[in-house]
């Protein structure tokens, strides 16, 4: 097995619908076939945005993981609350109809059925709103959020602090305990807390052997480091795009897999991910062909934490950060209410078993070469994505560049 030297990954957790059809191991789930094909469309120029934004934003030697799906979600709660301007530019952000009633409807076939997409996958998805109890919300928007969102509501004593620990217990209760904290305080200013968490346990469909994982150097950006290097070689789908190699592995019965991107050595990870759109992504599932492939995926564990208000104001999303902020349907009137911060802890763990991952999105609502047979070593920064096969849900995604 060629010895690897140098493994990049940048694990992002994110919400995108695209075209990646495999009708030979997905197994039908007739809810998530009525997603319409332009909100899939929509949500996924979304989370290619999203990507590019937060990586133009963040540090080029620094990991990450984070999810458009969990964000998408968040977003979407608020989106309920929001009229004027801030409303146009979150639909805007998200890509989503302006018939809320639809857009509702879809979250709620999401949330109810991407986690009964593969029985052998464990993927939960759960949301929360915390607000303080001296303060008066709108009951047509909580009513909204239990409908559609299937969110619990809770009213509690901000100034007490016993309330931190019980918003951190249901981060972690909801991620089975892969984040357990993601507020220190409550400021005085804050009034309510919009709350996701996404949990996802996959084993591989083709499990890498512990006996294959061995030594390897994974050269980073920054400097080499010895990893553990799971190896396998089997019938995986592959494909060799201009500037990068993708695979495709299966989790469970197929329905979720993890696609990986390896850059060419002449092409920067930042480059691949630029080149990302809905259409080289449906070009990138219809080039994907099982054959086999030699396979090297380190084995690693990534803890993440991001402050999302500068992306978003950089998708469009600017209003609701600032005084002029319009979230009346939450509690009147129009400049009341602004968002203080959008944030997100991320957990991601990868082994020759499978993977672990999660995500939970706060929002804070304040007031105002070319071998015999293909070699796929990751021994340089790649992407990586987790996908459901037939709703063409992209779950999470990935981009690490130091190791």
Avoid at 113 to 138: C, G, M, Q
Avoid at 235 to 251: H, M, T
Avoid at 292 to 320: A, C, D, Q, R, S
Wanted: net charge neutral.
């Amino acid at each position: 097995m060629k010895k690897v030297k140098n493994l990049t990954l940048a694990a992002t957790l994110f919400f995108l619908i695209a075209s990646c059809n495999d009708s030979n191991t997905v197994t039908p789930n007739k809810q998530l076939n009525a997603i319409p094909a332009n909100f899939s469309e929509q949500t996924s120029e979304f989370a290619f945005d999203f990507l590019k934004k937060h990586n133009a934003v963040e540090n080029a030697n620094k990991n990450y993981f984070v999810s458009p799906l969990s964000l998408h979600i968040a977003m979407g709660m608020l989106l309920n609350g929001a009229e004027g301007k801030t409303k146009e530019e979150i639909q805007t952000g998200l890509r989503v109809s302006s018939d809320l009633t639809t857009t509702n409807g879809i979250y709620k076939d999401l949330i109810e059925n991407l986690p009964i997409s593969d029985p052998k996958v464990t993927n939960t998805i759960a949301n929360s709103v915390w607000y303080r109890n001296t303060f008066s919300v709108e009951k047509s928007f909580l009513d909204i959020l239990k409908t559609s969102f299937n969110a619990n509501a809770y009213a509690e004593d901000f100034n007490n602090t016993a309330t931190v620990s019980k918003i951190n217990n249901w981060a972690s209760d909801n991620t089975n305990g892969k984040i357990k904290k993601v507020l220190d305080q409550i400021e005085p200013a804050h009034v309510m807390f919009l709350m996701n968490a996404l949990y996802f346990k996959g084993d591989w469909k083709i499990p890498f052997k512990t006996e294959n994982t061995q030594d390897a150097t994974f050269d980073g950006t920054v400097g080499s480091k010895n990893v553990k290097m799971m190896n396998m070689m089997e019938k995986v789908k592959y494909a060799n795009r201009e500037s990068y190699q993708a695979i495709d592995l299966a989790y469970g019965s197929g329905n979720y897999s993890m696609t990986i991107l390896l850059p060419n050595t002449n092409t920067s990870i930042s480059g691949v991910l630029n080149s990302l759109s809905v259409t080289e992504w449906k070009n990138l599932n219809s080039a994907l062909q099982e054959q086999k492939v030699i396979v090297g995926l380190p084995k690693f564990t990534l803890e993440y934490e991001t402050n999302l208000n500068k992306v978003l104001e950089n998708m469009g999303m600017k209003t609701m950060f600032s005084d002029a902020a319009d979230l009346s349907k939450i509690a009147p009137p129009a400049g009341k209410l602004k968002v203080g911060f959008v944030k997100q802890n991320t957990f991601v763990a990868i082994d020759e078993t499978g993977t672990e991952a999660a995500a939970v999105t706060t929002i804070g609502v304040e007031v105002t070469s070319v071998p015999i047979m293909p070699e796929f070593i990751c021994n340089r920064p790649f992407l990586f994505f987790i996908s459901e096969k037939q709703s063409n849900t992209i779950l999470f995604a990935g981009k690490i560049v130091n190791l």
